[in-house]
């Protein structure tokens, strides 16, 4: 079962993985998205946990947008 979870910025945290969250995301700029976690979350492992602010902080956020890599894996579907 997915739980669904609102935010107000792209998030991937290492806190939600496993969890089974859609997380619905309207940014400040206004976007709205939908999007799996775990799913985007292991599409792009390695991309996240290559970025310092994944392994310094253990998460990577965005609050305009969804970066370009995740809009374009969410479009092929």
Same mark, same amino acid.
């Given at each position: ?8 910025? =792209?998030?991937?945290? /290492? ?8 997380? #619905? ?5 206004? *976007? $709205? ?7 985007? =979350?292991?599409?792009? /492992? ?8 994944? #392994? ?5 956020? *965005? $609050? ?11 479009? /092929?579907?």
């Amino acid at each position: 079962m997915k739980n669904s979870v609102s935010k107000k910025r =792209f998030v991937i945290s /290492k806190s939600m993985v496993g969890k089974g969250n859609v997380v #619905e995301v309207v940014t400040r700029t206004g *976007n $709205s998205f939908k999007y799996d976690h775990d799913q985007i =979350f292991n599409l792009f /492992k390695d991309k996240f946990e290559a970025m310092p602010c994944f #392994e310094k902080y253990g998460n990577y956020t *965005n $609050s305009d947008n969804l970066p370009k890599f995740v809009r374009e894996a969410l479009t /092929k579907k």
